[in-house]
């Protein structure tokens, strides 16, 4: 009976889908275990290979937890809004909702055809509006919070007003605007509701500010800085721009501290929580105030040493500083203007990763040092970026690396004074005197004093005159909200007299509008702004026709969309309760599921997704909607399954195609090769098809130089991507070899965080060892199954396989676990074992890694139902336990048979047995030994 891995796994996926074998229960006695996987984005290219290899490893883990007697929660869905489908929409006038709808479906095939153990009753999809109404809430709720420093946490905006309304805001201590004016109970009660209004948004943890953005003309959209690679977007390459918009931002740096000791709560990989701690960049100094000589303004600046304040050479002020435009001097103007144009066009990621093209423009203006009073020049320098610390540094070019090739680069200009200090000078040294060259004046009072007390004494002398207090900083900035795009979460807002309100929650999901065109407007408005069913009736409730706009009773709707990142917030806890229609989850089913045991992702989500749904998930605690503090225990970053290139060698002065071992010495150009040119085995190149292949009509009439009479293409391992015609799908390995194949070989190719390359070649010997496990259990007639004894080699071979491969689960070692059984199947093979109680146990122990031969077998041996939930195999001690020793029988040290013996017998028992041995009589001739050597459990030596 032959293996037909086609049927067996079309068979059992359709019990599965037919069963709901994998509908995890929130109601249930058994112990929770909550597995997820970073959700895909579904393009119309759909899975290539390297797609589903942290699928793979997490289903193998929920299906082990399963056979442990957990009740497994392992969902899927999709991450479905996004600016590729929008792009695609525009170029196509195909609606997104269409292509999306589409490719999803394509992407579930593909899904269903590897055998994933999800639950398919819990799918979501961020584009639909049962999805997004809760995402539209969300925002909602963060509107209506604000951040209590006091309390540590966010807050009901309403606990806030009444705070204004008993003592004005002179006692709040809350993470808001700067420069909040204050005003008393009276003063609060005195102000319209508008002007309430506009002070609520200073302190609401998502607000409405003018902001700088990444702009990308071509694309019409704010972009974030990992959507930029290079200084233009990632997707399409376009030019990108700094540019100021009034926007929704939200506080996520209320909770930059937080963030911060979470990462020392949760089992995640340190690069990773290095990455997050460095985006975050806790900074622990002072603020210090530089009056501008001759304007009523001042330059705040932070800095981390503030011993270093008397050697204070120039300022640099970010060029997008709002101070840039106040203080140059006429003379000034034109340089600056157009320095200022030109750094727009830089990314803050290329300006922060640019350390060799030293750049600036002296402002014309001076500041006054707080102590000395002298003069020191302001410059604007694109090494200083406006979001981060206060868009301002103090220059100390002895100190810092930047700072010295800024003044080194410009000195002898106007507005650079001299370098008087030589670089790397100790600091402290040269601030306090020790080593000379700074203008010392007022500075007495560091005399003596070591690095740190130096810096508190600074800092007091600062506070003193009003010049500067301590405190701590953080790289981390609120995270713009607003995208200008039309495939997105519509904000539950409409605007009265330029000023945001919320829908009611009994009104949402606010739907997408059906609308013409999706390119930003003529005047430069949003893809909404084309809508012509956009406005909000507030007595109906309803959304209405723009004509009925009235300002009075009918007001616009907000035309921007929600990023990216909105709906992959929290997405985790809408699958504890995915079909609640009221509220994102209800609160048993929150409480039983707390937070995800396991999530495998990309490590390319460090700073982005992974930070964001901590800062939501925190959020949600903090009102009393969440149950913990941080949502994914353990992180697992899968590596990349890279693509084997092929490549074909065209002279570059003609047409002529050299075989790989042809091109030494010779001068060619490599081309790539779509891999259903080749047989991928044998690296031989099928002319006749490349040359009908669409992509190389070119090459109808090339001569192909050929190396014993084959053409032989190159090879190299490079990321799989389809403009690297490298993408090997999926469905074809299915086809060919079954998804149970793919399974065991994306494993087998090395462990899961490292990048390992393809090779389609390699996949055969996976194939080999599922046929020949399958011969364990089926002959050509049929089923060969016996009942008898086992013997004890077979109960070993099998325990140190459950050992090996529990042991790898447990450890997220999963390559190891498939040589493991290559082994155990091998040996078995050898012992002639067909045992039934060998071989059940061996059908559940390979299941969750090749889940459909696994149920035929577990079926073929009698069991009704699914082998998905059955008792996981135990390791057995006693199994491995030696009890006889083949010892080697020397004569004079060299070995001439073995003889398996007893452990438990003694050095006089052993030579009794060997000295009767025909062996031994036979290798003696009569003879007596001078001398018996014994190690019992070692070593058997007959001397003499």
């Not at 004890?792 to 493991?820: C, G, P, R, W």
């Amino acid at each position: 009976m032959k293996y037909f891995h086609n049927e067996i796994e079309a068979k059992w996926q359709q019990y599965w889908a037919e069963n709901q074998t994998f509908a995890a229960s929130n109601n249930s006695d058994k112990p929770k275990y909550y597995v997820l996987d970073m959700f895909p984005y579904p393009s119309g290219a759909g899975l290539h290979v390297g797609h589903p290899l942290g699928y793979i490893a997490s289903d193998i883990v929920a299906r082990y937890k399963r056979h442990q007697g957990f009740n497994v929660l392992h969902p899927q869905g999709y991450d479905s809004f996004g600016l590729p489908a929008e792009q695609y929409a525009i170029q196509t006038g195909q609606h997104p909702e269409k292509t999306t709808r589409e490719n999803i479906a394509r992407y579930r095939e593909q899904l269903d055809k590897i055998g994933f153990s999800f639950d398919w009753s819990r799918e979501v999809r961020t584009s639909n509006p049962d999805y997004y109404k809760h995402t539209q809430w969300i925002f909602i709720q963060l509107f209506e919070s604000w951040y209590n420093k006091t309390t540590d946490k966010a807050e009901s905006i309403c606990t806030l007003i009444q705070e204004f309304e008993k003592n004005g805001n002179t006692n709040v201590n809350a993470v808001c605007d700067d420069n909040i004016a204050l005003f008393s109970a009276e003063d609060w009660k005195s102000f319209s509701s508008e002007e309430q209004q506009k002070i609520l948004l200073q302190y609401r943890l998502t607000y409405l500010a003018e902001t700088e953005v990444n702009w990308c003309p071509a694309l019409g959209t704010v972009l974030a800085n990992d959507e930029i690679v290079n200084g233009v977007s990632e997707r399409g390459g376009h030019p990108v721009i700094r540019k100021k918009m009034t926007q929704w931002s939200m506080r996520i740096s209320a909770y930059a501290e937080r963030l911060l000791q979470g990462l020392e709560t949760i089992d995640w990989s340190e690069s990773i929580k290095e990455s997050q701690r460095n985006w975050i960049g806790k900074s622990v100094g002072a603020s210090v105030t530089f009056n501008v000589k001759n304007h009523n303004e001042a330059i705040e600046v932070f800095t981390t040493r503030p011993d270093t304040i008397f050697g204070v050479t120039f300022m640099t002020l970010a060029p997008e500083h709002e101070l840039v435009s106040k203080i140059t001097t006429p003379e000034q103007k034109t340089a600056v203007e157009a320095y200022v144009e030109a750094t727009a066009k830089r990314s803050e990621r290329e300006r922060m990763a640019d350390v060799k093209t030293i750049s600036g423009v002296f402002t014309g203006a001076y500041a006054e040092h707080p102590f000395t009073k002298a003069p020191i020049p302001v410059w604007i320098g694109d090494y200083v970026l406006a979001g981060y610390g206060t868009g301002a540094v103090m220059a100390v070019p002895c100190g810092d690396e930047r700072d010295y090739a800024f003044a080194n680069f410009f000195k002898g200009t106007q507005g650079m004074p001299e370098i008087k200090n030589i670089f790397n000078q100790d600091i402290s040294e040269a601030a306090y005197g020790e080593k000379g060259g700074f203008e010392l004046v007022d500075s007495d009072f560091l005399n003596g004093l070591d690095y740190k007390s130096g810096t508190k004494k600074v800092i007091e002398e600062l506070e003193k005159i009003g010049a500067g207090k301590a405190k701590v900083n953080y790289r981390l900035r609120d995270a713009v909200f607003s995208r200008q795009r039309y495939w997105g979460e519509p904000f539950p807002v409409y605007y009265v007299n330029g000023l945001p309100q919320m829908i009611d929650k009994k009104h949402l999901p606010i739907v997408l509008p059906e609308v013409e065109k999706y390119l930003p407007t003529e005047d430069g408005q949003p893809p909404l702004g084309n809508a012509t069913v956009w406005a909000w009736d507030s007595v109906q409730c309803s959304v209405v026709s723009n004509q009925l706009i009235d300002n009075v009773k009918v007001f616009p709707l907000e035309l921007n969309t929600m990023p990216g990142w909105a709906g992959s917030s929290w997405y985790w806890m809408r699958y504890m309760d995915a079909k609640n229609e009221n509220d994102f989850a209800n609160e048993e089913a929150l409480k039983y599921w707390e937070n995800v045991d396991l999530y495998i992702g990309g490590s390319e989500h460090a700073t982005g997704h992974l930070l964001y749904s901590r800062f939501w998930n925190k959020f949600l605690k903090d009102r009393g909607f969440a149950p913990t503090e941080e949502p994914f225990k353990k992180l697992i970053n899968q590596g990349m399954i890279l693509g084997m290139s092929a490549f074909v060698y065209r002279s570059e002065d003609s047409k002529t195609l050299f075989s790989k071992g042809l091109i030494k010495d010779k001068n060619v150009q490599p081309i790539h090769v779509d891999l259903s040119c080749i047989n991928d085995i044998t690296n031989e190149l099928d002319i006749e098809k490349f040359k009908a292949h669409p992509l190389y009509s070119d090459y109808k009439d090339a001569e192909f130089i050929l190396e014993d009479g084959k053409y032989i293409v190159g090879r190299e391992v490079e990321k799989m991507s389809k403009s690297k015609y490298n993408v090997v799908n999926p469905d074809d390995i299915c086809n060919e070899y079954g998804a149970d194949t793919l399974r065991l070989y994306e494993m087998f190719l090395g462990p899961l965080e490292q990048a390992k390359p393809w090779n389609t070649a390699g996949i055969t010997g996976v194939y080999g060892f599922l046929k020949k496990l399958w011969r364990l259990y089926f002959d050509d007639n049929g089923l060969n199954i016996t009942n008898d004894e086992p013997t004890a080699d077979m109960y070993k071979t099998l325990h140190k396989t459950i050992k090996k491969v529990t042991e790898d689960i447990e450890n997220f070692s999963f390559n190891t676990s498939v040589s493991q059984f290559m082994i155990c199947v091998n040996e078995l093979a050898q012992q002639k074992c067909h045992h039934h109680a060998i071989l059940e146990p061996l059908a559940v122990l390979v299941s969750p890694y090749a889940p459909h031969i696994a149920e035929e077998l577990w079926s073929a041996l009698g069991h009704d139902g699914s082998v998905a939930t059955v008792a996981f195999p135990k390791f057995e001690e006693k199994y491995l336990v030696e009890s006889e020793k083949e010892y080697p029988v020397s004569f004079n040290g060299k070995m001439r048979f073995t003889i398996k013996l007893p452990l438990d017998l003694t050095a006089a028992q052993i030579e009794e047995i060997v000295m009767a041995d025909e062996r031994t009589q036979n290798q003696l001739q009569g003879r007596t030994p001078n001398k018996v050597i014994i190690v019992p459990g070692k070593i058997i030596n007959l001397v003499g």
